[in-house]
């Protein structure tokens, strides 16, 4: 069999989000709440379009229960944490059959961080593989979701800072990295950003994940974050990673098409350099749940994406919480693609 993964555009299955637990990214009952709060406002916003399946932490049931409809259905074993784009498996489809399989990567807490926890959060993946009944396939290299974007027809973005990462793949090259995840996910050509934003280096950031930075909004048309005020550190983060997509081609030799998506203008919070970006969205079926931050900007932000996706819904949902907590909507998230050709 010869596996691909389908971009985020294609019909889905369902989505899988895990429920915040006490853990020490929720430092305190107020946080675990506000979290709680956040991810249910993800969860009912994707609802709207399919089928959505929560991974509660073992006992959280209730909690999870009080805040969600009961169209999302609980599944419940134990978690670390709530990032279900990084600890999910990558959902990929036969070539020729259509049949659904399941990229396992390996795990370790974005590289080892000493905060994290992945004791249980490295198996959430096979568990899920279980759950549908597809077979997993485990990867030997270390890697999550949100350090990769396709366009289903060959193209893969990367980020040098993420699956180079000493902390994940030490002694790994390029070339290395770039077959196996061609071999796993059906790809045939990668490009390399040189790093991610600078929001996304702090305590609780992912070293780089491209999710944040760039993603594929069509065969060929590549989103890229833009901040526009240079007093940002990633004013000048965003014009490379605009230079390094700028003149290259996609797998199948087509120019790649940039649009710049202007960041929110608000800079920074207590905490310093915020990484509040639209292009961390998620594209449900016949939806698009996209990042909103109470800011000036969100509306230009829904209006260029329903221009992008005239056949779908913009919902905007307040990411802020989930910002605060290391990473976005499209972090929460995994899709599980419609089996079949």
Same mark, same amino acid.
């Given at each position: 069999m010869t596996y *691909?993964?389908?971009p985020e555009w294609a019909p889905h299955e369902r989505t899988w989000m895990a429920w915040p637990g006490p853990n020490p990214t929720?430092?305190?009952e107020r946080e675990l709440a506000e979290a709680r709060t956040a991810w249910a406002s993800v969860a009912h916003a994707v609802r709207r379009h399919e089928p959505l399946t929560m991974v509660v932490g073992t006992g959280q049931l209730d909690s999870a229960r009080a805040l969600l409809s009961a169209d999302i259905g609980l599944v419940e074993r134990d978690l670390d944490d709530a990032w279900m784009r990084d600890i999910g498996p990558t959902f990929v489809k036969d070539r020729g059959s259509g049949e659904l399989a399941a990229v396992d990567w390996v795990f370790n807490g974005w590289g080892a961080q000493g905060w994290a926890r992945w004791e249980h959060d490295c198996g959430v993946a096979r568990h899920i593989a279980g759950l549908t009944g597809v077979p997993a396939?485990?990867?030997p290299l270390v890697n999550e979701g949100g350090g990769i974007h396709v366009d289903g027809e060959g193209t893969v973005l990367l980020t040098e800072? *993420? =699956? #180079?990462?000493?902390d994940r793949n030490q002694g790994w090259t390029?070339? =290395? *990295?770039?077959?196996?995840i061609h071999a796993r996910i059906g790809t045939t050509k990668a490009i390399w #950003?040189? !790093?991610g934003l600078t929001g996304d280096y702090g305590e609780y950031g992912t070293r780089g994940h491209v999710d944040i930075v760039?993603?594929?909004?069509a065969p060929g048309v590549v989103l890229v974050h833009s901040q526009r005020d240079p007093a940002h550190p990633d004013f000048e983060v965003s014009r490379e990673i605009i230079g390094t997509?700028?003149? !290259?081609?996609?797998?199948r030799g087509r120019p790649l098409e940039i649009v710049e998506v202007p960041a929110p203008t608000v800079l920074a919070d207590d905490d310093g350099w915020v990484d509040h970006s639209y292009i961390n969205h998620y594209l449900c079926n016949d939806g698009v749940v996209l990042c909103a931050f109470d800011d000036p900007r969100d509306e230009e932000a829904a209006a260029l994406f329903r221009r992008l996706f005239p056949a779908r819904t913009v919902t905007l949902v307040d990411a802020r919480t989930i910002f605060a907590a290391g990473g976005g909507i499209h972090c929460v998230t995994q899709q599980q693609p419609v089996a079949g050709c």
């Open positions: *691909v993964m389908p929720f430092s305190d396939h485990s990867s800072t *993420v =699956q #180079l990462d000493p390029k070339e =290395q *990295v770039e077959a196996e #950003l040189p !790093r760039a993603a594929f909004a997509l700028t003149g !290259r081609t996609d797998a």
